[in-house]
């Protein structure tokens, strides 16, 4: 049967382990403990739970209420290591075979988990020796499910459940084990960063309180004593940090077997067994009884309290009713919280906004006064300046009258001259040179006149430049119109307050005439006695009045300052809206027009581009052509030049066989030697010039009658070899001449053969007509 297999194959690493453990000295569990003396008690409970083992499916569906009242009253401590992984069913996981991989992975966890060994179990045996085999083995299955469950990670408190489990099992079978609690016995969700769970697990302990005991939970409240303060520890390590280890066990043990509702049984029995000692502690008291008294009760065992812990009430339905309400409450509570948060940011941005629009309308005020200032004093300059332009255009004038006075006596002088201009002068050389002097003057101060009124003339084009650079007039005039409010306000307020402290100065008056009249009233009889006082009560209900009026008066003058201010904002908050949507348009606009253009731009560089490829085409065929037409002049040329040259040849030779072969070598030799001289003159010549450039051979034909010249032209624009002929009726000649490839040289030597006809000549005389051939 496989669940034999599973017990002989659990019992031989339970041995093994045993062993080892004995060996090192640092293990809870020993074979020691197995002594032969057992009881016949022992060795019942021994023989049940083995049964219960091998045949365990079949038990745990036909018989589970015996076998809860069986983990009940404890589970053999040898058996407990299959035994709590048959409730869990954490036997064969397929985890166990990831184990060692994740033990050589590295996890973020490491450091926290190697600070926290040391505090877990920190007087027992197995653990409390650094680097022992108990703490490493704990830092592997810790390290091992962080890496698994990297939104858990590591809580410390956890770290207690896996150390008792390692002093029942191996590390893989622990470690398969944690995993299987934290899954399905709401571990994982106490676990949380959140800790949602465990607000949970205090808000049901403490209705059960409330419920149950009633006179605690009203001490608890009145101490402020709340329940997380003694209880979370109890949901977190399953009593394992506030009970013995023994008795602690024996709580996993149900725990194993029903879950998280023996802890709220046993929290709820610890309360019972310690109501009347809790009521009369306070706060402090009642944590030093939690953490010194409560332990030291259950060092007798723990069956007492187990035993207390099954007579509480314990409703799952009821349980279930208070996880609903506790959603609720929580659901409520994040709403509130971020309506608050909500509240609390639009608090904010308003006080920022305060803050901004303050700060803007003193800008604004200050502006305004700055403006108002600086007009006042442009406003006096350019009244001084009017005046002392005025004073320049007088002084202008009278310089100018002066100047006209000068002119019509030295012209007067001038006349009264004329007439006798021989006679003796009437004023002296000294009167003319003080008049000119006077002239002189004039002159100046007619010249210092114009450039002070130059000068006023800038001044007021200067003030015209820093008038124009002023705020425009609306935003003078709707600051102004502000400012008048604002005073017209502050007006009011000053004539409310003046009333308000004339009516204070009368009621002092009325008040001190009163005292005045009641000073003797003791002499009066009682009925005058009660008189005064309600006169007195009178006044001073007339001074309340006064004070409330001046109350209201104040608040009134408040909250015109409010609106004021309110209106001020309103209207920058309206200009500064105005402004940005006429920004926006401008960016709107501004972003069409970019776009046309871009479509534009690309359009003209597409035309541009067809347009380039046109030209190109264009002229490659343009050169093609004119490359085959220059290919075919030449061809035709030289075939024209070899006929010639070949037709030449066969004049020449009839020629010489019908003449006078010695007159005609004679002609040759002067011929010869006067073209030898003009050669030499020509190189002569050309070598100041450029030297020849021979590429070519020009043939010429004289006939009479017609001209044809043959050019071509190669596409660097060289001007290749030409050939001219001609045909006269009185003789011919060929003319075999050098190309220069210079047009002047070439005009030159047209302009010779025009004029001289020097060149080399083969003449042969002849009946008929004269012909010639020129080399």
């Not at 008792?164 to 016995?185: S, T």
């Not at 929290?267 to 067994?273: D, F, K, N, R, S």
């Not at 015209?464 to 604002?486: C, F, H, M, W, Y």
Request: net charge negative; glycine share 4%.
């Amino acid at each position: 049967m496989s669940l034999s297999r599973l017990l002989e194959t659990d019992s031989k690493s339970l041995r093994s382990m045993n062993g080892s453990r004995r060996n090192s000295g640092s293990s809870l569990v020993s074979s020691s403990s197995a002594s032969s003396n057992l009881s016949h008690l022992e060795e019942d409970s021994w023989i049940l739970w083995g049964r219960i083992v091998n045949e365990w499916e079949e038990v745990r569906k036909k018989k589970e209420k015996q076998l809860k009242d069986l983990v009940r009253k404890g589970v053999p401590h040898h058996f407990r290591a299959i035994v709590w992984q048959l409730l869990c069913n954490a036997q064969n996981m397929p985890i166990k075979d990831q184990y060692s991989e994740l033990l050589k992975m590295t996890s973020p966890c490491e450091k926290l988990i190697r600070r926290d060994i040391a505090r877990t179990y920190p007087e027992h045996e197995f653990f409390k020796e650094k680097d022992s085999l108990g703490q490493e083995v704990l830092f592997n299955v810790m390290k091992a499910y962080s890496l698994v469950d990297r939104e858990v990670g590591y809580c410390q408190g956890s770290a207690f459940i896996v150390g008792l489990l390692l002093m029942q099992m191996p590390e893989e079978e622990a470690f398969c084990v944690f995993v299987k609690l934290m899954q399905d016995y709401r571990l994982r969700e106490l676990f949380k960063p959140s800790m949602a769970e465990l607000g949970l697990c205090m808000y049901q302990f403490e209705c059960m309180i409330q419920e149950q005991l009633p006179e605690l939970h009203m001490h608890f409240q009145a101490q402020s004593f709340h329940t997380s303060m003694y209880a979370s520890s109890w949901f977190l390590t399953i009593f394992l940090t506030s009970f013995p280890l023994p008795v602690a066990t024996r709580i996993f043990d149900i725990f194993m077997c029903e879950g998280l509702e023996i802890v709220f049984r046993v929290g709820l029995a610890i309360l019972q067994m310690n109501q009347t000692e809790l009521v009369q502690l306070d706060m402090e008291g009642m944590l030093q009884h939690f953490q010194k008294v409560i332990p030291h009760q259950l060092d007798s065992g723990p069956d007492k309290v187990i035993q207390t812990a099954y007579q509480v009430k314990y409703n799952a339905k009821k349980m279930k009713k208070l996880e609903k309400e506790y959603t609720t409450i929580k659901t409520k509570e994040m709403e509130e919280q971020v309506e608050i948060k909500r509240l609390r940011t639009e608090n904010r941005l308003l006080k920022q906004r305060i803050d901004t629009l303050e700060k803007e309308s003193a800008s604004l005020a200050d502006r305004l006064i700055q403006g108002q200032v600086t007009r006042a004093q442009e406003a006096e300059e350019n009244y001084l300046v009017k005046r002392e332009l005025a004073t320049v255009k007088q002084q202008s004038e009278e310089a100018g009258a002066q100047l006209e006075q000068a002119k019509k006596t030295i012209r007067q002088l001038q006349q009264q001259q004329e007439p006798h201009p021989k006679a003796a002068p009437r004023y002296s050389e000294e009167s003319v040179l003080q008049l000119e002097r006077e002239l002189v003057q004039a002159r100046l101060k007619e010249a210092e006149s114009q450039c002070a009124l130059k000068e006023m003339q800038d001044k007021i084009l200067d003030m015209e430049k820093r008038n124009s650079s002023l705020p425009d007039d609306t935003n003078v005039a709707r600051l102004q119109d502000e400012l008048i409010g604002v005073k017209l306000r502050e007006a009011e307020a000053l004539t409310g307050l003046k009333e308000l402290r004339q009516q204070v100065r009368d009621l002092e008056d009325h008040w001190q005439r009163h005292l005045a009249r009641t000073a003797g009233r003791w002499k009066d009889s009682p009925r005058k006695n009660t008189l005064s006082e309600l006169q007195d009560e009178l006044m001073s209900v007339r001074l309340r009045e006064a004070e409330a009026q001046a109350e209201l008066r104040e608040t009134r003058q408040r909250m015109l300052e409010l609106e004021t201010q309110n209106q001020i904002h309103s209207n920058q908050l309206r200009r500064a809206e105005h402004d940005s949507r006429s920004l926006q348009e401008c960016v709107q606009t501004l972003t069409v027009q970019n776009k046309d253009l871009h479509v534009q731009l690309q359009e003209i560089k597409r035309r541009q581009a067809e347009i380039e490829c046109k030209s190109k085409e264009e002229v490659m065929a343009v050169r093609l052509r004119e490359a085959d037409n220059i290919a075919a002049m030449a061809e035709l040329q030289q075939q024209i030049s070899e006929l010639e040259i070949q037709k030449e040849e066969g004049k020449v030779q009839g020629q010489l066989n019908h003449t006078d072969s010695s007159q005609y070598i004679r002609d040759l030799r002067s011929q010869i030697a006067e073209l030898k001289h003009e050669i030499c003159c020509l190189k002569g010549q050309r070598s100041l010039v450029c030297p020849p450039n021979f590429d070519g051979i020009h043939i010429i034909n004289h006939y009479g009658g017609d001209d044809v010249s043959y050019q071509s032209s190669d596409e660097d624009g060289v001007k290749g070899p030409t050939l001219k002929e001609s045909q006269q009726r009185a003789g011919g000649r060929v003319r075999l001449r050098p190309n220069l490839g210079d047009t002047e040289s070439e005009d030159e030597e047209e302009e010779e053969d025009d004029d001289d006809e020097e060149a080399l000549r083969l003449s042969v005389p002849q009946s008929g007509s004269h012909k010639s051939t020129t080399v």
